[in-house]
């Protein structure tokens, strides 16, 4: 093990022997090489005459560009676009995006969290959470309405073994009782990664006030028992909240609750800030613990340089220009509010009753998506009946699932968008 390394676990282990223990190997063995980038740094505060460490070109004191490309982007100097960007993400946007979640989440006030890292939106980020603290077998609990690409970063990659838990009680509430039991079913490994996903893709629910106090507690008791727990956030649809739900996220409630459970936030402009070619997330870390933060910040740099080694300067500077804008927050209200309106007006729709026959619907309150719960027709063919007879897209889940995106569907087209679900139901039950 590389003697970087090596430090940065001494660090962890002398503040908070739990957290280095939810390390995977992997995670044990990384750390940010004192490299050509370390050198680089120096040479920029130091270098004032001549910085020849970095390789890229440079002409007239600026980066080299071609015109043809400058012209379509003349709002912008040459060095917040084509230069590397430093592999943690630019620093005004690290304190920006920071400031953002202490605005948005005020449980997050006296938490001790990290600066946010860059990542390449929330797909890398969860990644990273993957190569930091799961091995071959190690349990990741989720709940069974999931986001299928889950399987692929943590099962396909790293090995992980989901344990699912029903999301829904009988009565439609968030189940925080099978949570405990699926991460208690896994007391004997000592460790579980738990990802919680709110909004939540596919079906657009997030906790109540009341789940939120549920879910925290129920953590703190599996903590008690001797769990070590990595709780992850994926907090892509952030801030879409429309109705009876938590207005924050979940990590500023976690964050700091247990020396046991070490909180995880994951998110990014891709979806909450209608950025999604940007490819511009953020991975943060909560812990008491300076030295604690430290070392994963090192190590999540380690992951960074060795993979992509920075993020898109370009899209990081467009997305830190939207956040200091005075209209940053007007314009995203206005487009929450749409949203808002096609979520109520899909209830309105189908609390009338006249689909009751076809399916019924998971409760939802937030994000982007609802899921249908189909009565004696298989989702996949209804799927491909609306593809082939009517012209429709919608997601097939599981056996009686289907998942309709009502975000990228105008709130007049709405009660057609369900017509035709209807009737090709009515097609396929004949």
């Known amino acids: 093990m590389h003697e970087l390394a090596q430090d940065l676990n001494q660090q962890i282990q002398q503040e908070n022997p739990h957290v280095y223990d939810l390390l995977s190997e992997l995670g044990k063995n990384l750390y940010f090489p004192k490299g050509i980038l370390t050198q680089t740094a120096e040479a920029k505060q130091k270098a004032h005459r001549y910085n020849a460490t970095i390789g890229i070109a440079t002409e007239h004191n600026q980066p080299m560009f071609l015109p043809l490309i400058q012209k379509t982007l003349t709002n912008y100097d040459p060095n917040d676009l084509y230069p590397y960007a430093p592999p943690a993400g630019k620093p005004e946007l690290r304190r920006l995006w920071r400031e953002k979640l202490l605005n948005e989440s005020p449980s997050l006030k006296d938490k001790s969290f990290s600066n946010p890292i860059v990542t390449s939106a929330l797909t890398h980020g969860l990644s990273i959470v993957a190569d930091l603290f799961l091995d071959e077998n190690d349990p990741l609990v989720l709940p069974d309405k999931l986001w299928g690409n889950y399987n692929l970063i943590f099962g396909v990659r790293r090995g992980g073994k989901s344990i699912t838990f029903p999301f829904y009680t009988e009565k439609g509430n968030y189940n925080t009782v099978g949570m405990k039991e699926a991460l208690l079913s896994q007391k004997d490994q000592g460790k579980a990664i738990l990802l919680l996903n709110f909004p939540n893709n596919p079906t657009g629910y997030t906790p ?9 507690e129920v953590l703190k008791e599996v903590a008690q028992q001797g769990m070590n727990l990595a709780v992850v956030t994926d907090d892509a649809y952030f801030g879409l909240f429309y109705e009876n739900s938590i207005k924050e996220s979940l990590f500023a409630r976690i964050a700091n609750i ?7 936030k994951v998110d990014g402009a ?20 300076p030295a604690i933060l430290n070392a994963l910040e090192n190590k999540t740099l380690g992951i960074i340089r060795g993979t992509i080694s920075s993020s898109s300067h370009p899209a990081q500077t467009f997305v830190l220009e939207a956040l200091k804008s005075k209209d940053f927050h007007k314009q995203k209200q206005e487009k929450i509010e749409i949203l808002m309106k096609r979520a109520c007006k899909v209830k309105e729709i189908l609390d009338q009753g006249e689909y009751n026959a076809a399916w019924d619907y998971y409760p939802f309150n937030s994000g982007y998506f609802m899921c249908l719960k189909l009565k004696g027709v298989r989702a996949e063919a209804l799927r491909l009946h609306l593809l082939e007879q009517y012209g429709v897209g919608v997601i097939a889940l599981g056996e009686s699932d289907v998942r309709v995106a009502f975000s990228c569907v105008e709130e007049p087209e709405l009660k057609q968008l369900f017509d035709l679900i209807y009737q090709g139901y009515q097609d396929l039950a004949r």
């Open 208 to 216: 109540t006030e009341q789940e939120a106090t549920e879910i925290v």
């Open 258 to 264: 247990h020396p046991r459970i070490l909180a995880i």
């Open 270 to 289: 891709t979806k909450e800030d209608y950025m999604w070619g940007f490819r511009v997330g953020f991975i943060t870390y909560a812990s008491k613990y």
